[in-house]
């Protein structure tokens, strides 16, 4: 069972970035998936979260309107659109799968750095 994100780097402030994250071991469909970002000193906070059925989708206040997730079941992936990035997006980024019988998978992170 593996999560692997890849997509992250370096972006100037109002570009955009898109994370994926590939699941590997299970069927990603069946699970609640979700972005986390963590910088140094902080706690892991939830950027974007989608639920295995229906598909309902929740942002926090701080990336509404600029941030997506979208998830693609064919090919056992979910990403994370990211619009008009800001320097206080720099994070590692952190894609997690939650199944109703409680498996809980994190991948390894993805450092994305907003600078000019």
């Known amino acids: 069972v593996q999560l692997v994100e890849s997509g992250g780097g370096l972006v100037q402030p109002g570009g955009s970035l898109r994370l994926s994250c590939k699941a590997s071991?299970?069927?990603?469909?069946?699970?609640?998936m979700s972005w986390y970002r963590q910088v140094p000193g902080k706690e892991r906070e939830l950027v974007a979260g989608?639920?295995?059925?229906?598909?309902?989708?929740v942002y926090p206040d701080s990336v509404k309107g600029r941030f997506t997730i979208f998830r693609d079941n064919v090919k056992n992936m979910v990403y994370l659109q990211m619009n008009r990035l800001k320097s206080e997006d720099t994070a590692v980024y952190y894609c997690?799968?939650?199944?109703?019988?409680?498996?809980?998978?994190w991948g390894q992170g993805t450092q994305v750095t907003v600078s000019s």
């Open positions: 997690r799968a939650r199944g109703v019988t409680g498996a809980d998978y």
């Open positions: 071991g299970f069927t990603l469909s069946t699970y609640d």
């Open positions: 989608i639920a295995s059925v229906g598909g309902a989708t």
